[in-house]
C-alpha cells in the first residue's frame, strides 16, 4: 500500500516525522509530501493560482525522515496533496493521512484547518484520507497520537479505503489513561479558537482555549473527557452511502483489538 504523508506545519514538524513513522509501521510504502514552510489556517486552498504559476518542490532529508521519500512544497498542503494524487511524484497513493497538528481541530474551525483540509482534498479526490491533531505543545500528546494513528490507518484498511475524510483528535494523556474512542460530529465550537481585535489600522490575531462544557457528545466534548475524538467528515457530494458504516465498524473492532493487545502486553511486562 502506498500512503502519503502531510501536514500544514512544514516538512521540519516533529509532528510529521512522527506520523510518518506511525503510518510505516506496517510495511508500507511513505512518501511525504509537506509544505517548505507553515501554513496553517490554509484550509484546502491551493494557494494563488495562474496559469503555468511554478511552485518550487525540493527533495529532503528532513530529521526524523530517515529513509523516506520527502519532497518540500512552496505552497499549501492541499496543493501538494493534489500533485501527488494526480501522479505529478511518480505514484498515487492510496491513503493520505495528515498531521500530527499541535493543537485540536475540532468543532466548525476545521472548514479553516489545513491539516483537515488536507484530508478533504484528498476524498476529493476519491482516496480515503485522515488527519490527525493533539494538544499544542504536548510531547505526551504527540506519542499518543502515533499510536491511535495505526489504530486508525489500520481501520481504514479493513473498510476498504473508502473516498471519506475523517478527522481524529486525541487528548494529551498517556495511552492508558485515555478513556475510550469515540464516533462525534463537529459541535458549534472548537477546543481551540482565534480571535481577532484592531490594534491601530491592523487585526491583530491571537490563539485561546474555549473552556468546558462544550455541547454534549460534540468532538470538542469528547477531548475535554479524556475520549479519543474521530468524525467522519460530511461531504458535499454524494457518496457511498455505506463508506460512514463501514469506516465506523472498522475502526471500533480495530480499536478493541488494539487494547486488547495492549493489555497482554502490560500482564506480560508485570
Known sequence: MRILVTNDDGIEAGGLAALAAAAGGGGDEIVVVAPSAESSGSAAS??????????????????????????????????????????????????????????????????????????????????????????????????????????????????????????VNVPALPFPELRGLRFADPGPVSCDDVVFDFEGDSLSLRRRRNSPPHEDRSDADLVAHGLISVSVLALPWRTDANAEGRVVSAIERRWISFIDSDCRRQRQRA
Open 46 to 167: 491551493l494557494g494563488v493560482i495562474r496559469d503555468r504559476n511554478r511552485v518550487t518542490v525540493s527533495a529532503r532529508d528532513s530529521q526524523g525522515l530517515d529513509g523516506i521519500r520527502a519532497y518540500a512544497v512552496d505552497a499549501p498542503p492541499a496543493l501538494g496533496v493534489r500533485a501527488a494524487c494526480s501522479g505529478a511524484f511518480g505514484w498515487k497513493p492510496d491513503l493520505v493521512v495528515s498531521g500530527i497538528n499541535p493543537g485540536f481541530n475540532t468543532g466548525r474551525l476545521v472548514v479553516h484547518s489545513g491539516t483537515v483540509g488536507a484530508a478533504l482534498t484528498a476524498a476529493s479526490l476519491d482516496i480515503c484520507a485522515a488527519a490527525f491533531s493533539t494538544e499544542a505543545h504536548s510531547v505526551l500528546g504527540m506519542n499518543t497520537t502515533t499510536r491511535v494513528a495505526e489504530c486508525v490507518i489500520s481501520g481504514l484498511v479493513d473498510a476498504g479505503l473508502p473516498p471519506v475524510a475523517v478527522n
